[in-house]
């Protein structure tokens, strides 16, 4: 693979540190200047007091002494408001939802109560959530006592994963910045960010002619089209699983029992090898002044500039698609480890293709080719498989067509890599899958990924599909 091009950075993750991080290393360092200068403003104030009190011893004079006593109580006086500063102090931070997705708008409630008896002029927040953008650090004064303060924070979901809300640091310092204290909340949030997923209203990949097929002997939990037979009645069977005539006649609860329907699978298989995507690395946008409301300063969602990511949002945008069509839809991949999980239906699979998909990342050396031969053999006949790569090597058009001799129904979305500053294109591998009648969608950057996914297939022989309901 050739070096990655300027403002490409290959492996599907940036090189620089997140904004997140960043973040948090800048309090850590603005928090050591302010000890810093914090410890030498005390020693400063030591010394005057070591001076004045020499002088008294010296001279005798009054005024040597009310020094000597002033730099004694204002060190004792700002000691005191720097311990009293945080008391009586509780923090609750709310969340809405424990999960959200690219491009939407989650928001974190915050309540900080002041117990004590005693008034807190100014009470500085730092907080140290993963999240990027979580612009939750502010600044309180005013804060009376035995009151409260409410407010919200609202972020936009600009990237997929796993992320940590909390905890949160409230700073004071003594108004001469002699002492500073701090006080840990350690209350924190786990917060999953689903993959951006693109509304595909109607037409999409046209891998079958039939919506059902041959069933194969593996049971499922499931109610399918092929029943296998029937069984006892086991608590939680729902009542459209009870066959009634056998009820009838054995005088006690039979339940049907059901296999799956191999062309009521759908595979979703997405090429995590590290070495075949690459990032276009973009300058960071201008932030707007924090004082802008939220609705004003909203930036508009777009799919960061990487092959894996692209990737990822058309695998979780087929996920809702042929679920929401009661289609069985399973995950391969080869990414931090291996990822399958096996066909099914309902929300609950939703739930675990997306959460799974949100912390994929490429970091895998094995080649898609090679994942479909440790993997295909699970793949039964009649099925469809959905090959999702911005590889340029033909692997991929390889691999499609051994599928598709095993009696497996093929489509592929390829990532244009050359529209993310690569000097490689996958027009290559889209000519050869056309060659060999496979359908074919062509995702480049920036581009609207529902159109892309409902375009016109490259193989003018097969119609458009619509999936039976």
Request: aromatic content about 6%.
């Amino acid at each position: 693979m050739p070096s990655p091009s300027p403002g490409e950075t290959s492996g599907g993750r940036p090189e620089a540190p997140g904004i997140a991080m960043r973040e948090v290393g800048f309090s850590s360092d603005l928090q050591r200047q302010r000890t810093r200068r914090a410890a030498l403003r005390r020693r400063v104030v030591v010394l005057l007091f070591f001076v004045s009190l020499l002088g008294s011893v010296q001279t005798a004079s009054p005024a040597f002494i009310s020094l000597a006593y002033l730099w004694a109580a204002l060190l004792a006086a700002s000691w005191v408001w720097a311990r009293l500063g945080l008391a009586g102090l509780e923090l609750q931070r709310v969340l809405r939802s424990p999960r959200s997705q690219a491009g939407a708008i989650i928001e974190e409630r915050f309540v900080l109560r002041n117990r004590s008896r005693l008034p807190h002029y100014w009470v500085e927040l730092w907080d140290e959530s993963t999240l990027p953008d979580h612009h939750a650090s502010t600044v309180l004064t005013g804060l009376g006592p035995h009151t409260s303060r409410h407010w919200a924070v609202h972020t936009l979901c600009a990237e997929r994963g796993r992320f940590q809300l909390g905890p949160l640091t409230a700073r004071v310092a003594d108004p001469f910045g002699l002492f500073l204290n701090e006080k840990r909340f350690p209350q924190t949030a786990d917060l999953v960010v689903h993959p951006y997923t693109a509304r595909l209203p109607g037409l999409i990949l046209a891998p079958s002619g039939l919506p059902g097929g041959t069933a194969v002997e593996r049971k499922t939990a499931a109610v399918t089209p092929s029943a296998a037979g029937v069984r006892e009645y086991a608590p939680g069977d729902s009542m459209t699983r009870i066959h009634w005539p056998s009820t009838a006649r054995r005088d006690r609860l039979i339940s049907k029992e059901f296999e799956l329907d191999p062309k009521a699978d759908v595979w979703l298989v997405v090429d995590s090898q590290r070495d075949v995507h690459c990032r276009l690395a973009l300058p960071a946008p201008s932030e707007p002044a924090r004082d802008t409301p939220f609705w004003a300063r909203r930036p508009q969602f777009h799919l960061p500039p990487a092959t894996e990511e692209y990737c990822v949002a058309a695998a979780a945008s087929l996920v809702n698609y042929f679920l929401h069509h009661d289609r069985s839809v399973g995950l391969a991949a080869y990414a931090q480890q291996r990822e399958v999980i096996q066909p099914d239906r309902g929300e609950r699979q939703r739930e675990r293709l997306m959460e799974r998909l949100a912390t994929l990342r490429a970091e895998s050396h094995l080649s898609l080719a090679d994942a479909l031969r440790l993997e295909g053999a699970s793949f039964p006949r009649g099925s469809t498989v959905v090959l999702i790569s911005p590889s340029a090597e033909m692997g991929v058009a390889v691999a499609a067509q051994q599928l598709r001799s095993r009696g497996i129904n093929v489509a592929v979305v390829l990532i244009e890599r050359g529209s993310f500053g690569s000097q490689q294109s996958v027009a290559e591998v889209a000519l050869r899958l056309r060659g060999l009648r496979v359908d074919v969608r062509l995702v480049r950057r920036d581009e609207d990924l529902s159109s892309a996914l409902i375009g016109h297939s490259l193989t003018p022989r097969l119609t458009p599909w619509r999936p039976a309901v």
